[in-house]
């Protein structure tokens, strides 16, 4: 069972940073890995992608400019570098993988950001 772990969210002032952070079990070469979130009483949204050997990212228009994801497969990990936070920006956010080869996905726990003066 592939299992994702994510870390790093927290309490931050409007304007500020926060880097979150997935860890998979296993070799992450087969999956492409993305960030989703969802805020109070609306839908999961993407955040952003990158594809299985880290050359190529996507974002949504709202984080355009404003989030990096990155990985490092040798350490099965993937990040969520935020900057110049909204408020708007408050929710649970996911790491997503999936397998490629499979099709399957599979998503971690989340974890929440809070964006609030």
């Known amino acids: 069972q592939v299992q994702l772990v994510e870390s790093g969210g927290g309490l931050v002032q409007p304007g500020g940073s926060l880097t979150l952070s997935c860890v998979v079990s296993g070799s992450m070469f087969r999956y492409y890995m993305s960030w989703y979130r969802q805020a109070p009483g609306k839908q999961r949204e993407l955040v952003a992608g990158?594809?299985?050997?880290?050359?190529?990212?996507s974002y949504a228009d709202f984080a355009k400019g404003r989030f990096t994801i990155s990985r490092e497969n040798a350490k099965n990990t993937v990040s969520l570098q935020m900057s110049s936070l909204k408020p708007e920006d408050t929710a649970v956010y996911y790491c997503?993988?999936?397998?490629?080869?499979?099709?399957?996905?599979?998503w971690g726990q989340g974890t929440q950001v809070t964006v609030s003066s």
């Open positions: 990158i594809t299985n050997g880290g050359g190529s990212t």
């Open positions: 997503k993988a999936r397998n490629t080869w499979s099709g399957n996905d599979y």
